[in-house]
Structures are given as C-alpha cells and as structure tokens.
C-alpha cells in the first residue's frame, strides 16, 4: 500500500498549469491574420503618416476618410474574423491534444450487521492525471472543403472592404462636392442680392428725382428682400452640407474644416471609350462582383464539405493516465488505437444537407448573374448622366454668359431711364436662376465624374489622379 501523499495532487496540478501556456495557442500562431487594409489605391497614403494640415484638397479628406470612418473600419473587423475562420478550419488537420488531472476525496461508512449502532469510516483521496491525442488521418476531402470555404469567404470578405472602401471614397467626394455647390450657390445668391440692392438704389433715387412712382420703388424692394431671404436659406444649406461633410470623414458634424480651392474640371476620358470597354472593366474591377463570384465559390466548397458527411473517416487516437491514491497501489494505463467510423443511417439528415447546399450554390450562382447586370445598368446610367451633364453644363455656360448680358443692358436701361424695373427684375431673375443652374451642372458632372468611376470600380485611379492636379 502507497503512504498517504497529499502532495502529489497539488504537484500535478502545478505541472499541468506550467505546461499551459506552451500549449496554448498564440493570437496568429498559422499567420493567417493580415497585419493593415490593403490600401485603396497605389497613392493613398498609410494611415501612420496623414497628418492634415492647413486647406483641405478632396484628396485629404478622401485619405482621412478611409482611416477614420467607422465603415470601413468595421468591414476590416470582418475581414479579420473571416482570414481568422481560415485558422480554424486549417486546425482540423492537427491533432487534438486535451490534459487533465484533479484530486478526489473518498469517504465510506460501512455499518456492521453483527453490533447494533457500530461502523467504520474510511477515508481516501485519490489524484489522476491524464492525456488525450485524438487525430483525423481521413475524411474523403471535408477538412479541405472546410479549408477551400473558409479561404472563399475572407475573399468575399476583402470584396466587401473594397466595396465599402469605395463607397466611403464616393459618399466623401459627394459630400465634398455638396458642400462647394452649396458655397458657390451661396455666393451667387450674393451676388443676385448686390444686384437687386443696386437696382433698388437706382429705383430710390429715381423716385426721389420724380421720374418714377413709388411703386417701381416697391417692387424694387420686394425682390431685393426675397433674395435676401433665399440667401438665408442658402448659408442654411451651406451650414447643413458642412456637417455632412465631416461626418462623410468619420468626424463629428461641428468639426471646422478648412477646404482648399474647388481644383478645375479633369477631362472626361471614359467617355471617349465605347460602352462594351467600359462594361467589361466594370466585370474585372467593381468589388461587390469579385464578391458575388467568391461567394459561389464559399457555396462550392460547402457542397464537397456536406458529400463528405456521408463518407467513412479514419481517425487515431492514444491516450495515458495515470493514478495515485493513500490507499491503493499506483497505476497507470496507456491505451492506442484505431477506428474506422462508417456513416449507416442518420435519419437522410447527411442528403438533405448536401441538397440544401447543392440549392445554396444555384442560388450563389444566380446572385453573382443578377449582381453582374445590375453592375451593367449600374455602368450604362452613370455614362448617360455623364453625358447629360456636360450637355447641361455647356448650355449652362451660354445661359450665364446670355443671361449676364440681359441684365447689364437692362439695369444699364433703367438707370437711363429708358428701361422699366419691370424689364430689370426680370433679367435679375432670369439672372438669378443661371447663377444656380450653372453650380448645379458643374457639380452635376462632377458627381457624375466620380459615379462613372465608381460604377466601373476605376475610383482609386480617379483619385491618384485628383492628386496630380
């Protein structure tokens, strides 16, 4: 019989709580974690380095948007959970080691029939520890579909960073174009009303001279007071796209920013090319088709992991343990061995599941048809809105160029006297309404600029270029 050793339980204890953190798994031990976001184009800068200073280009403000805007930051989070799925599933190609060991106290009471209200008591205490290696050797290709599956979805995953980098670069340009078309509107609208106040001046000091009545005077005022008061809306917008703008960054709306000048019109390439080029880049370049495609691929994968369900596995497995008590001889048991297991029947569950996942790859397959022609009418619009656009800015620059004209030569008139305020505040209007439509086309092409570019996922190269300008 071994001498009582209440040590030897707490000694294994303290070795198997050494062992521990040897065992145990580092964050990344397979280096499957990518270390930062691919950048969004061969130009933008790293995070590490974006100090903004001073002006604010759309270029700055694009590179502040892809750091700090918590879009992007949670579509890399899913990035990271996805690449780190890879790890798991590559885990199932090692083996699985478990340890364990605990002390257990063992009381009897044992009564004797012989002598009424006798017995004895007997007390023990036993310590075991133990190891388990339990391995897979082969599974007909599921640990590999597993694998195949897990690697198709951190490529959907790194699609829909892309698809959100994109998104986050073209609601910034948006907003940034909102906030200058607001400003230019804003200005316009000041110089309707220096205009109005000039011809209410003009019509004041004709009535003072007699040659007018007053109620020339009046409608003077009155559309020189509505000006005004659009313009109060106008620095209203202006205030509104201001916040929108910060928040399209990732900063909080009351943010100040400071913007650099609006910089000139790029040239508009992409329409000089036909329409077939520009669709077939779109099925190469635009992110959320990547996307689709990759998750067919996830859907392909899942197949040949569910056929494998109903197929035979060979696994081994080996295990030692050993036992110390107070009041027995030691042990220790060493086992090793081999199995085949044979799925016979489990209620059709294994079919149903390859039948589920054979309609999940159709339905895969359809999406990625449905995400490609929606990315075909995605491009076929914004090239006609282009192409719209700049119709619109051209007449736009004749209208202005017209309209300024007009209302010199009427203004010109009235303070002659040879023209009506009636004349003169029609041209202000006519005026007025060319100012405003002339921001809205250019505005208008260069959102539509940029919505070309996104919808063919050429908007890194835009960017890149914005920086050479």
């Not at 257990?104 to 036993?126: A, V």
């Not at 449905?370 to 619109?392: C, F, G, I, P, Y």
């Not at 309209?403 to 006519?430: E, M, P, W, Y």
Request: proline share 5%; charged share 15%; hydrophobic share 45%.
């Amino acid at each position: 019989m071994s001498p009582y050793r209440p040590s030897q339980s707490g000694a294994m204890f303290a070795l198997l709580l050494a062992a521990a953190p040897a065992l145990a798994s580092k964050d990344d031990p397979r280096h499957v974690m990518p270390a930062a976001p691919p950048a969004f184009s061969p130009g933008t800068p790293s995070c590490a380095t974006i100090v903004p200073q001073g002006p604010l280009s759309v270029t700055d403000l694009i590179d502040v948007a892809l750091c700090r805007n918590p879009i992007t930051a949670a579509s890399w989070a899913g990035v990271r959970v996805a690449a780190a799925n890879i790890g798991v599933a590559r885990g199932n190609y090692y083996p699985q080691i478990t340890v364990g060991a605990g002390p257990q106290l063992n009381r009897n009471r044992y009564f004797n029939p012989n002598n009424i209200g006798g017995s004895t008591t007997t007390t023990s205490l036993n310590s075991t520890a133990n190891i388990a290696i339990d391995y897979l050797l082969f599974d007909f290709g599921g640990r590999s579909a597993e694998v195949d599956a897990a690697r198709a979805s951190e490529r959907v995953a790194l699609a829909n960073y892309a698809d959100s980098a994109q998104s986050v670069v073209f609601n910034t340009i948006a907003a940034y174009n909102a906030l200058q078309a607001a400003i230019a509107a804003e200005a316009a609208t000041e110089a309707n009303v220096a205009y109005l106040k000039n011809s209410l001046d003009n019509a004041r000091g004709r009535m003072r001279a007699g040659v007018t009545t007053p109620a020339d005077s009046l409608q003077a005022e009155t559309a020189y007071e509505q000006a005004r008061f659009t313009l109060v809306q106008a620095q209203g917008n202006t205030q509104v796209a201001r916040g929108q703008l910060a928040v399209a960054v990732g900063l909080l709306p009351q943010t100040p920013l400071q913007l650099a000048p609006t910089p000139p019109l790029a040239s508009v390439d992409m329409l000089g090319r036909n329409i077939d080029s520009l669709l077939d880049e779109a099925q190469r370049l635009r992110p959320d088709i990547a996307a689709a495609r990759a998750q067919s691929a996830v859907a392909e994968a899942n197949v040949r992991s569910a056929q494998a369900l109903s197929k035979p596995s060979i696994s081994t497995s080996a295990s030692s343990g050993a036992s110390y008590a107070d009041t027995q001889r030691d042990s220790v048991t060493t086992a090793v061995g081999i199995s085949l297991t044979v799925p016979l029947f489990t209620g059709y569950r294994y079919a149903y599941q390859v039948t589920a996942a054979r309609a999940a790859l159709d339905q895969a397959n359809a999406q990625t048809k449905v995400t490609e022609q929606s990315a075909a009418l995605d491009v076929w619009n914004n090239r006609s809105a282009l192409e719209t656009q700049l119709k619109s800015l051209s007449s736009a620059r004749a209208l202005i160029r017209s309209a300024q004209a007009s209302a010199d030569i009427a203004q010109g008139r009235f303070k002659a006297g040879v023209g009506t305020i009636t004349d003169t505040l029609n041209a202000a209007s006519a005026l007025a309404t060319a100012r405003q439509q002339l921001v809205a086309a250019e505005y208008g092409v260069r959102d539509a600029q940029a919505g070309l570019a996104k919808s063919i996922g050429a908007l890194g190269e835009t960017v890149d270029s914005m920086r050479t300008r």
